[in-house]
């Protein structure tokens, strides 16, 4: 006897064997595909001729899979470039918040440090503008979007090497090395979230977890 949810848990079975791996997208085909067995049923056709043809009606496997396949490119591209617009954010606001600081600090009439409203917001800016670089991190896992963060890192090194160096006369008064060396040092924050995250998740590419190794009782 014909069991229709059993066909199409069958049928859900060999679209993940095929290659799609999207829930979302194949819960909605899945609707899709129990309205065309509801509307061939009441074409006067049993159960199980209204489900093939349904199946027919929606599309093999295989053209399905290049159907879904485009869809989740098209996931991962948005994703990227999402995710590329938050690192250049997130590099101008740590970038406007570090300049900040040095103006609050070391402008016009030299070097003096100034505890005041205007560092409290500095620093917040800073500080959110690091736990965002940790998140995007984290989150960069596709070659675009690792390319795009690993141009961010580039750039803040070239800054590294320029807040290191002794301003110029002019603007600026000179500043002493542990400022300098204060500035550097939050400039290489999003790297080492980078680098981290890098090997992090190529780490989960070679090989599972530490953590899914059975543990054995002595």
């Known amino acids: 006897m014909f069991n229709l949810d ?21 819960d909605e085909l899945e609707a899709h595909l129990r309205d065309d067995i509801e509307q ?3 074409s006067g056709l049993s159960e199980g001729e209204a489900f093939q043809a349904a199946v ?40 406007y918040s570090v ?10 009439f030299g070097f003096s ?10 620093m917040l800016g800073i500080l959110v503008a690091l736990t965002t670089f940790w998140f995007l991190a984290k989150a960069s896992r596709d070659k675009a979007s ?12 070239g800054l590294v090497l320029l807040a290191l160096r002794e301003p110029p006369k002019g ?18 924050v999003p790297g080492a979230f980078w680098f981290w995250w890098m090997r992090r998740h190529l780490a989960q590419k070679r090989g599972p977890p530490c953590g899914s190794q059975p543990i054995h009782s002595d």
């Open 171 to 188: 603007g600026f008064g000179p500043s002493p090395i542990w400022f300098r060396g204060a500035l550097s040092l939050v400039l290489c």
């Open 40 to 42: 061939q049923a009441k």
């Open 99 to 108: 300049v900040l600081w040095e103006f609050n600090w070391n402008f016009l």
């Open 146 to 157: 690792r390319a795009g963060s690993l141009l961010v890192y580039v750039l803040f090194a």
């Open 56 to 95: 027919e009606e929606i599309g093999k496997a295989h053209p399905l899979q290049r159907e879904f396949k485009k869809v989740e490119k098209g996931h991962r591209i948005i994703r990227a470039i999402m995710l590329i617009i938050g690192w250049l954010a997130a590099s101008w606001a740590l970038a």
């Open 113 to 122: 440090p100034n505890w005041n409203l205007e560092l409290i917001w500095e």
């Open 6 to 26: 059993q066909a199409i848990a069958e049928w859900r079975r060999r679209m993940l064997a095929v290659g799609i791996k999207t829930p979302v997208p194949l």
